[in-house]
Nanobody, 122 residues
Framework: QVQLVESGGGLVQAGDSLRLSCTAS????????VGWFRQAPGNGREFVAV????????YYAGSVKGRFTISRDNAKNTVYLQMNSLKPEDTAVYYC???????????????WGQGTQVTVSS
């Protein structure tokens, strides 16, 4: 089992930055790829970014590429999502998820955090 806890969400204005954290406990976190997903009211869960176990492969959704950066510190069992130039359409609950292989498909992930709310005002 891997337990994940997200933090760092909040209310910001358009153009601001936020850094989300996903801290893990349980099995060896460094063996897992981690993905970030988000879900806005009335929408399905949307892929945001994924990072492999070693941190040398990343993949981003087109809507966030160039603005968001995913990274990890395995010594701290934590994955980060740095979000810059935030837009109102980034407003959502953000979830992190872990899987040994990593994917852009939410159905491929077995372990999920509880989510953290990000609200971007215009």
């Amino acid at each position: 089992q891997v337990q994940l806890v997200e933090s760092g969400g909040g209310l910001v204005q358009a153009g601001d930055s936020l850094r989300l954290s996903c801290t893990a406990s349980g099995r060896t976190f460094s063996n897992y790829a981690v993905g970030w997903f988000r879900q806005a009211p009335g929408n399905g869960r949307e892929f945001v970014a994924v990072l492999n176990w070693s941190g040398d492969y990343t993949y981003y959704a087109g809507s966030v590429k160039g603005r968001f950066t995913i990274s990890r510190d395995n010594a701290k069992n934590t994955v980060y999502l740095q979000m810059n130039s935030l837009k109102p359409e980034d407003t959502a609950v953000y979830y992190c998820a872990a899987d040994p292989r990593g994917s852009y498909r939410f159905a491929d992930y077995n372990y999920w955090g509880q989510g953290t709310q990000v609200t971007v005002s215009s």
